[in-house]
Structures are given as structure tokens and as C-alpha cells.
Nanobody
Framework: QVQLVESGGGLVQPGGSLRLSCATS????????MGWYRQAPGKQRELVAR???????IHADSVKGRFTISRVNAKSTVYLQMNSLKPEDTAVYYC????????WGQGTQVTVSS
């Protein structure tokens, strides 16, 4: 069974930075396209960024130039470096496979507020 454990969230002021981590187990991580998703209160979950096994990335327009997704296949871990954070980035952040996500982990809360 696939397990996803997200970490690294917290409370940060606007303009600040956070680095999220997602440790995975129970799947063939090396062949999966992985994504970071987020869900803000009252909104649908959305894809923030995705990365292929070879390292090609796509970022949503709302985070382009501020967020960077990366992965270390040997560690079955995917990261999200978030810079220049804005209040509208406040959400619970999840990692999962793309385009067909499996069971979701608990996510990690990111709150951007002064």
C-alpha cells in the first residue's frame, strides 16, 4: 500500500519561504510522475506542480517563478521549495501521483499571514 508523508509546512509571513518534503513508500516511485497539490478552505484541490521521473517540471501559472518542485529518486522523496509566499498560498499541501492520484496522505498546512 502506498504511503505518502508530507512535512515542512508552517506559519510564515508574506514574502517568506518554506520547503516541503514528501516521503513515499509502497510504490514504484521511480516510474511515477509526482505532483504537489493544494487545497485552500472552501476550494477544490488543485495541482501546483508536477515532475517526471527524469526531472522535467511543470508549474501552475499562480506559482511559476516562486515555487520549484524537485525529486530524489534514490530517496523516493519529492520536494517543493516555496519562495515569495503570498497569503493566497495558504492551503493544505499534498503530494501524490499525477495524473491519477491514489490515496491521499494527511498533507501539511501552510499558512501565510502577517
Amino acid at each position: 500500500q502506498v504511503q505518502l508523508v508530507e512535512s515542512g509546512g508552517g506559519l510564515v509571513q508574506p514574502g517568506g519561504s518554506l520547503r516541503l518534503s514528501c516521503a513515499t513508500s509502497g510504490s514504484d516511485f521511480r516510474i511515477n510522475i509526482m505532483g504537489w497539490y493544494r487545497q485552500a478552505p472552501g476550494k477544490q484541490r488543485e495541482l501546483v506542480a508536477r515532475i517526471t521521473p527524469g526531472g522535467s517540471t511543470i508549474h501552475a501559472d499562480s506559482v511559476k517563478g516562486r515555487f520549484t518542485i524537485s525529486r530524489v529518486n534514490a530517496k523516493s522523496t519529492v520536494y517543493l521549495q516555496m519562495n515569495s509566499l503570498k497569503p493566497e498560498d495558504t492551503a493544505v499541501y499534498y503530494c501524490n501521483a499525477w495524473p491519477k492520484p491514489g490515496s491521499w496522505g494527511q498533507g501539511t498546512q501552510v499558512t501565510v499571514s502577517s
